[in-house]
């Protein structure tokens, strides 16, 4: 079946259910297709996407006038299709996703808390982002919730969390975090473990919910792309193309070719730095050192070369709303090229010793196993999805701008270990340093920026990027006025933290180090 054949067979199948379901404007979240659906109609359609084997990418809700509208992102061979519907303020009920969809299960119980939405059939009715900030019966997205919240005193330890437990002879429970002894973003982690070996895991996160999807409301676009900058700032690039995209394609602005290919090189510097990073930290979880130490004075020196080419360190602030806020000079090139260079030859010289290194080998191959199967059931994409057979990547499979002009290498492996996520990023790395070289070798001329209309009103766009740490969703409606109304931001942490749950089964407590920063994922990409 071809990328674009797919719907057709859907809709099919939808109507031998006796489901109705409304094409809505073909542009209207284009490049996604767009379906209007009845709100009893939500399960069912969920199970037959389950059943065409649909991968589940996201859900907001948006309160409008006396109605909360639902949407849901589902993605087929590299399509993307939005669902709609809507169930009243007075009677906000709907069924759930997570029967047919695992990786619903804790956007789903976001939404409950941020909009009251109370949700049928889902298997775990627990609180996920309220915590004790605000009162069982507030919902911080509905209009009549100030931005400030009710309470002038401060939130009150969460301390009653009803963590699932594992009972049995043996059977002991250890409590880490939320504080870290490290300098990491706070987040719980509930064990039950007999002996060294974990049975279950258990995380809480939404310490460190920041009130993003509410701080945007009211917003011009120059004031969401900084906010959108800062849903996590290891992904600052990523995350403000996505948004950018979408108001670009609300407002119907074209990017000019040379910001694109701009846009492009920061966020191949962005992921380079990163799984720099990521390597000297995994290694040095398991006591290399001396990888930590060299890995980190490769990152540093790119992170230099970022501040001196492009204004800062973390390359924050460098995308704005139709284009990128800085044109290089011929110089920045001169300069770049050969640091691409430098950093290529470290790592023929260095990635060979991770390799051959027996007591690395002996640590991270067949530790924090993560099965396709799981992988494909949680949704994961970018370095952890890869790692474990699923082959996708928005830049080769959606193809946007301008990597839709080359060809995207995309490494996949299937043994789901933390060597073969070491090794996905590392083959990134590889891959970048060459697509930079070329994006500067046919950089276009011209402008790096477009002329933003005056008005934007009652539009809403999608933005579609694949960040360092995989595929990232940024939704954006403009009111009648032209400000922001609704922004929801989708990071790849949502599926990646249950992914931890899943592949510490069976490993010894001393493992948890190593698989944690295998997979790395975002607490404040995730904490809303």
């Known amino acids: 079946m071809s990328r674009f054949d797919w719907l057709t067979e859907y809709l099919a199948r939808l109507e031998e259910e006796h489901v109705v379901a409304r094409a809505g404007d073909a542009t209207r979240l284009a490049p996604a297709h767009y379906l209007e659906l009845d709100a009893g109609d939500w399960g069912t359609v969920a199970r037959v996407a389950a059943a065409f084997g649909c991968r589940w990418a996201g859900l907001w809700g948006d309160a409008v ?37 695992p990786a619903a299960d804790r956007m789903e119980r976001h939404l409950q808390d941020m909009l009251g939405i109370a949700l049928l059939d889902h298997p775990d009715s627990r609180r996920w982002t309220r915590h004790q900030a605000w009162a069982e019966s507030d919902f911080p997205l509905r209009h009549d919730f100030p931005l400030r919240g009710r309470s002038p005193r401060r939130t009150p330890a969460d301390s009653d969390y009803p963590f699932e437990r594992v009972l049995g002879s043996g059977v002991y ?85 040379r910001a694109l290919a701009i846009r492009a090189i920061l966020a191949e510097r962005e992921r380079i730095a990163n799984h720099l990073g990521d390597i000297g930290a995994i290694c040095n979880d398991v006591g290399f050192s001396f990888a930590q130490m060299q890995f980190s ?45 430098a950093l290529s030859r470290e790592l023929d010289t260095l990635l060979p010793i991770l390799e051959d290194y027996p007591s690395l080998e002996d640590r991270l191959a067949n530790t924090g196993c993560l099965s396709g199967e799981d992988a494909r059931q949680l949704g994961v994409t970018g370095y952890v999805g890869k790692a474990s057979g699923q082959d996708y990547d928005v830049r080769r499979d959606h193809g946007y701008a301008p990597y839709d002009l080359f060809e995207i290498f995309s490494p996949c492996l299937t043994e789901g270990d933390v060597e073969a996520r070491l090794q996905i990023r590392a083959q990134e790395i590889r891959h970048s340093l060459e697509l930079m070289d070329r994006l500067m070798t046919r950089m276009p001329e011209g402008p790096v920026a477009a002329t933003w209309p005056e008005t934007v009103a009652d539009t809403e766009g999608l933005g579609l990027v694949e ?62």
């Open 65 to 101: 006038a006396e109605a909360i509208v639902v949407r849901a992102c589902l993605v087929h061979q590299g399509d993307y299709l939005v669902l709609q519907t809507s169930v009243p303020l007075s009677h906000p009920v709907l069924a759930s996703h997570t029967p047919h969809f």
């Open 173 to 257: 429970e250890i409590a880490v975090g939320p504080v870290h002894a490290g300098i990491i973003e706070p987040g719980h982690f509930r064990f039950q473990a007999v002996g060294e070996t974990v049975l279950r895991l258990e995380a809480r996160l939404g310490y460190v919910h920041k009130g993003i999807e509410k701080l945007a409301v009211g917003r011009d676009p120059g004031g969401l792309a900084r906010l959108a900058g800062r849903v996590s700032g290891d992904s600052t690039v990523a995350h403000t193309w996505a948004a950018c995209m979408a108001m670009e394609r609300a407002a119907g602005v074209e990017v000019p070719p």
């Open 467 to 528: 960040g360092w740490r995989g595929e990232i969703l940024s939704y954006v409606r403009f009111d009648g006025h032209g400000a922001v109304a609704r922004f929801f931001p989708r990071d790849p942490s949502w599926f990646s933290w249950p992914a931890l749950e899943r592949l510490i089964h069976g490993n010894i407590v001393p493992d948890f180090p190593v698989c944690n920063k295998s997979i790395n994922g975002s607490y404040s990409g995730h904490d809303l």
């Open 297 to 341: 004075r490769l990152r540093e020196s790119w992170q230099r070369d970022n501040q001196a080419v492009f204004g800062h360190r973390l390359l924050m602030d460098c995308i704005v709303p139709g284009g990128v806020h800085l044109d290089p000079t011929p110089e920045c090139e001169q300069i770049l090229r050969p640091r691409h260079e």
